[in-house]
């Protein structure tokens, strides 16, 4: 590592002699201005870059070079490639090359730099649809919560964004995103205003969440603060805002020491919340909205529900609640229309499965080209 005060070398692009290169970073900008975010960015040019890797391996620079039968070789070629442990590449992970491979040529054909789109009518593979795993009892939430220690200004953060986590079931990168703003202790409410796809929404907090966030708010992270303008409602023990990762991490680190050995880390409280809550009573839509699914693929769009309706069901169903309530709230188990509820709950929990931030990019691109599709 070059030491402080000395410029870092910048390593050299290995593809920066191709030509298909500016045309990715041409698409990326056109995106950008049209309000995708930057994590989409970044996920698509791992994609494509590797693509234009492949590409570059057989002479290939210009984007009217590339045609059907060699996009269906490129198929194939990742159909049959290895990791270094042996392993192929799952459905999913293929589909996740692929599809932006087809946004890309469709977006150079509209955009005129080639006559015809050769991926036009490529069929991609159909990804498995997952069980969802199982999540976390009520019992080990409260054991992993109980990990983070709140008499150092670290622990308490830590236990007010596990709270938060488990409460409001959202995912590892809006926690990222929260601000201090974001945060309404009166009506105990929190904006999601970076969600997946550019999505905003706003879910209930919870009693408990809500206290741990206000305790963390005057009490550590005014501690952990190295400059008082800076925003972000989690920071680290250097005052820096926390990113995804380090979420993911802290989730993990706790689940160890409660002796919770389960495949996940963030998404798992995600997936507790949304099945405590059905355990609880709560009716599929409410948590739908919660959680930000815009639709599901085997019920009914889900009925924009009210606030304050929403923070009533959680209240009525959420494990995390200061004291029981005597009585159920009138709505909480209200049946669906459509679908079985033993239906609705299996294609809740599978969403909710497949929704992991590890695995669910292939359905956030998809659901770009869905919106560019509509938009034309």
Not at 3 to 19: C, F, M, S
Not at 107 to 136: E, F, G, T
Not at 227 to 239: R, W, Y
Not at 349 to 358: F, K, M, P, T, V
């Amino acid at each position: 590592m070059p030491r402080k005060g000395q410029r870092q070398k910048l390593t050299p692009d290995e593809l920066a002699h191709n030509r298909l290169l500016r045309y990715m970073e041409e698409h990326f900008e056109w995106m950008l201005v049209r309000g995708y975010s930057a994590h989409t960015v970044n996920a698509r040019r791992q994609h494509i870059r590797r693509f234009i890797r492949w590409a570059d391996e057989r002479g290939l620079a210009d984007p009217r070079e590339i045609t059907k039968p060699m996009l269906e070789r490129y198929q194939r070629h990742l159909f049959y490639w290895r990791k270094q442990d042996g392993t192929p590449l799952t459905l999913t992970m293929q589909y996740q090359y692929l599809t932006p491979l087809r946004i890309w040529f469709r977006w150079m054909s509209r955009a005129n730099h080639i006559l015809a789109n050769p991926a036009a009518d490529l069929v991609l593979p159909r990804p498995p649809k997952n069980l969802p795993r199982s999540p976390p009892t009520v019992r080990e939430v409260a054991a992993i919560l109980a990990q983070a220690d709140p008499a150092s200004a670290s622990g308490l953060r830590d236990r007010a964004l596990l709270e938060t986590l488990y409460a409001s079931g959202i995912r590892r990168m809006e926690a990222a995103g929260l601000g201090v703003y974001d945060i309404d202790l009166a009506r105990a409410v929190l904006w999601v205003r970076r969600g997946k796809g550019g999505r905003q929404r706003v879910v209930p907090l919870g009693e408990r969440a809500l206290a741990w966030l206000d305790k963390y708010l005057t009490q550590a992270r005014p501690r952990l603060l190295t400059t008082e303008d800076s925003e972000a409602l989690f920071v680290t023990d250097h005052g820096e805002p926390v990113i995804a990762a380090y979420v993911a991490d802290k989730v993990k680190h706790y689940m160890r020491a409660a002796g919770v050995h389960k495949v996940g880390s963030t998404h798992l409280l995600r997936h507790a919340c949304a099945t405590h809550m059905l355990e609880g009573g709560a009716d599929i839509r409410f948590i739908q909205a919660m959680l930000g699914h815009a639709n599901l693929e085997t019920t009914q769009v889900y009925t924009h529900v009210a606030i304050d309706k929403l923070i009533a069901v959680h209240r009525a169903t959420h494990p995390s609640r200061l004291q029981r309530r005597a009585k159920a709230v009138q709505g909480a188990h209200s049946p669906l229309s459509g679908p079985s509820l033993d239906e609705a709950r299996e294609a809740l929990l599978g969403a909710i499965a497949a929704d992991g931030e590890d695995v669910d990019e292939a359905r956030e691109t998809l659901l770009s080209a869905n919106e560019e599709d509509e938009e034309d």
